[in-house]
């Protein structure tokens, strides 16, 4: 575990007893609104911790892609699977070139309405009468 993320876990360890500390204060002051306001945050704060654990366990285990690819021959002499960069850059590709076709596309579609329509400068506004 990084310095960051033991410095954000204390943090939050200590949010959580603030926020429990002060809601058995409240209750024993006899301010409910103000203990439910406490327990709210309390619940805020673990709520945000179980976020960030799922997520940095989801991002750290491997992905389905990688699972099922089969491992490179022992045969060869080098990596026989395409890396995940170049996955990526092939997908971002293939993204791009939809776009363009799409863009292409709504292009041809102006075009051919704006042939089908007349041309709106040759209608003139009528002049008042002075």
Avoid: C
Wanted: hydrophobic fraction near 45%; charge should be positive; aromatic fraction near 8%.
């Amino acid at each position: 575990m990084t310095r960051r993320a033991k410095l954000w876990r204390a943090g939050a360890v200590f949010f959580g007893i603030v926020n429990l500390a002060g809601m058995g204060f409240a209750l024993a002051m006899d301010e409910t609104m103000h203990a439910m306001a406490h327990a709210f945050l309390l619940f805020v704060g673990l709520g945000a911790y179980l976020l960030w654990k799922t997520v940095t366990t989801w991002a750290a285990a491997p992905s389905a892609d990688q699972l099922t690819q089969a491992p490179p021959l022992p045969s060869s002499g080098r990596d026989s699977t395409p890396k995940l960069g170049d996955q990526r850059i092939e997908y971002l590709q293939r993204s791009i070139d939809a776009l363009a076709l799409e863009v292409e596309r709504m292009g041809e579609a102006q075009r051919f309405k704006d042939k089908l329509h007349p041309e709106r400068d040759e209608i003139t506004p009528r002049k008042k009468d002075q």
